[in-house]
Each structure stands twice: as C-alpha cells, then as structure tokens.
C-alpha cells in the first residue's frame, strides 16, 4: 500500500490528520491543488481503508480525567478461548483506551484512563480483577504527559 502513496497523498493525509474538519477546499489550497482532483483522492484515501474514521480529540484535563495508567497484565491461562474472552471482556471498559497484545513478560498492555486515583482504584477492584483468568496487573501511573499524538509518522514514507 506504501509504495501506493505519492506526495500529494501523504500531504493530504497529514493535513486530515492534523485537523479532519478542514474541507477539500481547504486542504485543495494547502497543497496547491484544485478542489475536485483533491476530492477524488481523498475519496480513493478512503476507499482504500487509509482512512477509517473522522473522530473529535477531546481535552482530558478540561474533562476532568486526571489520571491516565498503564497497565500490564499476566492472565493465569493462555489458551486461545481465554485470550479472546479477556479481550471481548476488556473492550467493554470505556476506562480502558488502548490494549495490546504482548511480546516478552506480559500478555497485555492496558492504557486505562481515570478521574482520579480512587476512580482508577474502583476501575480495578470492581471490574478488571473480577474477570477471569486475571493473574496478576502490575499499574505504572503516568506523572508528567510528554508527548501524545494521534498522528502517524508518514513523513518517513518520503525519505
């Protein structure tokens, strides 16, 4: 699919990237193109599956959400039926904004975002140790917020 995209298009999806309410006139001027031909490779973009979706980046802090916590977790067993149920179990979880599968000494890494320490506590107690085959969740609780982008690297694709 990389070898698909040309300048005009990584420019394209960088701009929608940055901002998805721009309008194709909008990101047409941005990248000295006219409207209708920038259209139609949007619509391509999308077509493809390059983009999935339109979402709205909310203000954590504003909301109140204070907390964010990494967790890693071991389940007790691994066979494949347990694999799935944790995860169709975990999708549930609005607190619990990002998971993956991992190599090395855990199973999962959980990206769980909370109010505060006793919303996330809660969050633990009564919903992520209650299911099964959880064996141990090791929490690392996030001080200071560096960095955090929605934004893929595909400037890397014109190098």
């Not at 941005?30 to 339109?54: A, D, F, H, T, V």
């Not at 494949?80 to 609005?94: A, G, I, T, Y």
């Not at 560096?146 to 893929?152: A, G, V």
Request: charged share 25%.
């Amino acid at each position: 699919m990389n070898n698909e995209l040309n300048t005009q298009d990584i420019k394209i999806l960088n701009l929608i990237q940055q901002d998805s309410s721009l309008t194709t006139q909008e990101i047409a001027d941005k990248i000295n193109m006219s409207q209708s031909p920038c259209w139609r490779r949007i619509n391509r973009l999308q077509e493809k599956g390059l983009i999935n979706r339109q979402v709205a980046i909310l203000d954590r802090d504003k909301l109140g959400m204070d907390v964010i916590v990494f967790a890693t977790v071991n389940l007790n067993s691994q066979g494949r039926k347990n694999l799935e149920q944790f995860e169709d179990q975990v999708k549930l979880f609005p607190e619990v904004t990002e998971c993956y599968t991992m190599a090395g000494a855990w199973d999962y890494m959980l990206k769980i975002v909370a109010r505060d320490i006793r919303h996330f506590e809660k969050f633990v107690r009564n919903h992520l140790m209650l299911l099964a085959n959880i064996g141990e969740v090791h929490s690392h609780i996030a001080v200071t917020e560096i960095k955090n982008t929605t934004e893929l690297p595909l400037n890397t694709q014109l190098r």
